[in-house]
């Protein structure tokens, strides 16, 4: 079984530049979670999409980050402008659905910001 | 404060010796409770899941839960150089919803 795919998996802006993340879950995963993990602290939950419906964005900073899940499969994270503190780690995990615990993560892309 | 509490280390063990990782946290609502491991550069990957109070053994590896302490504990026996990463716990109080993650504790497992 394929497991989450991200891409890119490194990129480096400078502050104000727009960015953008791509995430496809494992296939048949109705739920999608993009995390960001600053260096040397645990995964924050940015957003959550059950399908294509927004689940809990309440920590999302929604002046600057953007995210959306069409069709309710792959997902898209876009942070514009970009602020030196967005410097981290950004995860996508999925699920099988709501009410299933375990949550399969992605290896990452790495952001930096100049 | 924060919700979950962990010591991120780092902790340097010899191989073989028994290691014991543990957080704590405030929100008596989590339910849920995790460990997942994370080596550099790679995605967490979930280790231990164990609803409310208990203990849950798997291999090497136990899982304990006290709610009445809010505390949470894993224990690896027999630990392996291949064990060393960084393990962070996890919780939620609905399960398929937000995980709220301790930072990590980074464990050296030396031969």
């Known amino acids: 079984e394929a497991g989450v795919a991200q891409s890119p998996r490194y990129k480096i802006i400078e502050k104000r530049q727009s960015v953008a993340f791509w995430c496809n879950p494992i296939?048949?995963?109705?739920?999608l979670y993009w995390y960001q993990q600053i260096l040397g602290q645990g995964p924050k939950l940015l957003i959550q999409?059950?399908?294509?419906?927004?689940?809990?964005d309440s920590q999302l900073p929604k002046d600057r980050f953007s995210a959306e899940r069409l069709k309710g499969v792959d997902s898209t994270l876009k942070i514009q402008p970009a602020k030196l503190e967005d410097s981290a780690v950004y995860l996508c995990a999925s699920s099988l659905g709501v009410g299933e615990e375990t949550q399969y993560f992605g290896p990452g892309t790495r952001l930096l910001v100049l | 404060q924060k919700e979950v509490e962990q010591d991120p280390g780092p902790l340097s063990v010899p191989e073989g010796a028994i290691v014991s990782l543990n957080c704590t946290y405030s929100n008596s609502a989590f339910q849920y409770f995790m460990w997942y491991r994370q080596y550099s550069r790679k995605g967490p990957e979930l280790l231990m899941y164990?609803?409310?109070?208990g203990n849950k053994e798997d291999g090497r590896f136990t899982a304990q839960v006290d709610k009445s302490s809010k505390y949470i504990s894993l224990f690896i026996r027999d630990s392996q150089p291949s064990d060393s990463a960084t393990y962070l716990c996890?919780?939620?109080?609905?399960?398929?919803?937000?995980?709220?993650f301790g930072k990590g504790t980074s464990l050296l497992v030396t031969p």
């Open positions: 996890a919780m939620s109080v609905n399960s398929g919803y937000a995980l709220n």
């Open positions: 164990t609803y409310s109070s």
């Open positions: 999409f059950q399908n294509n419906g927004v689940v809990d």
């Open positions: 296939s048949g995963h109705a739920t």
